[in-house]
């Protein structure tokens, strides 16, 4: 069976680095899509960061262009999130998400059945 398995994040003051690791199964994570998405209280989730099945990083927020970056660890079949300089308005939680039979990422959290469990990140002014 096909699912995601989040760990990592936790909390931190601005400025600070947190790591959110998305561990795949029953297929390979770096071969298809894999998205991050986010969510706070009261909205719906948004859509952070997308990895295509080669490789390509896209930004869908402009501004954590500079300060998240996504790497595929072939050896665990994981996809790692890595936040940097991070700000307060990034506190959220954060999901992973899947399309295992497809490259290419979706933007909408509607089209991924395959979800991780949700990891909070929280940083503190």
């Known amino acids: 069976q096909e699912r995601l398995v989040q760990s990592g994040g936790g909390s931190v003051q601005a400025g600070g680095s947190l790591s959110v690791s998305c561990a795949a199964h029953?297929?390979?994570?770096?071969?298809?899509?894999m998205a991050w998405f986010r969510q706070v209280p009261g909205n719906q989730p948004e859509a952070v960061v997308f990895?295509?099945?080669?490789?390509?990083?896209?930004y869908a927020v402009d501004s954590v262009k500079d300060r998240f970056t996504i790497a595929a660890d072939r050896a665990k079949n994981t996809i790692n999130l890595q936040m940097n300089s991070l700000k307060p308005e990034d506190t959220a939680l954060y999901y992973c998400?899947?399309?295992?039979?497809?490259?290419?990422?979706?933007?909408?959290?509607?089209?991924?059945?395959?979800r991780g469990q949700g990891t909070q990140v929280t940083v503190s002014s």
């Open positions: 998400a899947a399309q295992s039979w497809s490259w290419v990422c979706p933007p909408d959290w509607s089209r991924y059945s395959i």
């Open positions: 029953g297929y390979t994570a770096s071969d298809s899509c």
């Open positions: 990895r295509s099945g080669d490789g390509k990083t896209t």
